[in-house]
């Protein structure tokens, strides 16, 4: 099969870049240009700062919109923080994604919020999990809190994608099922294989069962986080491929570009088992539903 043509079609939707405090193989206008007409789009992500400016500066400096930005809602940028969540909006931001680093489910599974292994060996600007309240999602009662639901209804009044980000378990089934009983059109399960969400099959079987929802499966669960091909093949065959985003979650120095990552998984996953035809889904349909109007 011929992996490249695939993935000149599809979307990233999940791709990191910088400046920031984790060192990054690209920035927005390098990752532009290395990325262009070998890949439909990409979403970029932060830890610490709103992608949105990023993304807008990028695509003019090409002259094509092959970036779209995203926040993600950690303690630098105030956690819940509906007026950071309405100012990356009104910038273009197509995703707003729950707490990563501070969410409860890394935090739980992780010693550091940022690895001092990812900056060089420095502590200056890492703190110890234990040391860190995760931002929180739900309330004594087990409800989400007030200030979620008012980020979910902006998400939704602007119709862009909500990603769940690195929640714990718990949190994650309380986020999508109140998202979905809201009308929220666009959902993202991040990570639902990662040992800071880890949900059941069933679990995710039982959240992708609406056509807007769907669970993700990153390249770099494989490749850094040593999640075998075969788990991951298990995996998309018993949630089904049109239920099913593939990612490659790169922008590590060391990683290789998205496209690359990109066919590097495809080539694993047709090794596996899996068809063209569901890679098409996966790559192509399901992130395009996504992203586009």
């Known amino acids: 099969m011929d992996t490249s043509k695939l993935v000149k079609h599809s979307f990233d939707l999940h791709v990191h870049c910088g400046p920031e405090l984790i060192p990054r193989q690209f920035d927005?206008?390098?990752?532009?240009?290395?990325?262009?007409?070998?890949?439909?789009?990409?979403?970029?992500?932060?830890?610490?700062?709103?992608?949105?400016?990023?993304?807008?500066?990028?695509?003019?400096?090409?002259?094509?919109?092959v970036l779209y930005g995203s926040l993600a809602l950690n303690w630098s940028v105030g956690g819940i923080n509906i007026d950071a969540v309405n100012s990356s909006l009104a910038v273009g931001a197509k995703s707003i994604c729950m707490p990563t680093i501070h969410a409860s489910g890394h935090l739980e599974k992780h010693e550091w919020d940022v690895n001092p292994a990812w900056v060089g060996g420095t502590t200056r600007f890492s703190r110890r999990s234990s040391e860190i309240t995760p931002?929180?999602?739900?309330?004594?009662?087990?409800?989400?809190?007030?200030?979620?639901l008012r980020v979910l209804e902006a998400i939704k009044e602007a119709d862009a994608i909500l990603a769940t980000g690195n929640l714990n378990r718990r949190e994650t089934m309380a986020l999508v099922t109140k998202a979905q009983k809201m009308d929220l059109r666009r959902i993202f399960i991040t990570h639902p294989l990662y040992m800071s969400t880890n949900l059941s099959i069933a679990e995710q079987r039982k959240l992708t069962k609406r056509e807007d929802t769907y669970a993700e499966y990153a390249y770099v669960l494989n490749t850094i986080d040593d999640i075998p091909i075969k788990k991951i093949v298990d995996a998309i065959q018993r949630v089904e491929p049109e239920n099913c985003i593939l990612t490659s979650d790169v922008g590590q120095v060391r990683s290789p570009g998205p496209p690359e990552a990109l066919k590097l998984f495809a080539k694993a996953l047709i090794s596996g088992g899996i068809p063209g035809s569901d890679l098409e889904t996966m790559l192509v349909t399901n992130p395009t539903n996504l992203v586009m109007p």
């Not at 990752?31 to 890949?39: D, E, F, R, T």
């Not at 970029?44 to 949105?52: D, G, L, V």
């Not at 931002?135 to 979620?148: Q, W, Y």
């Open 28 to 65: 927005p206008i390098e990752l532009a240009q290395h990325v262009k007409g070998k890949i439909r789009g990409c979403m970029i992500e932060s830890h610490f700062s709103s992608t949105a400016e990023w993304a807008k500066i990028a695509n003019k400096a090409i002259g094509s919109q």
């Open 135 to 148: 931002v929180p999602i739900l309330d004594s009662t087990g409800e989400l809190r007030h200030e979620v």
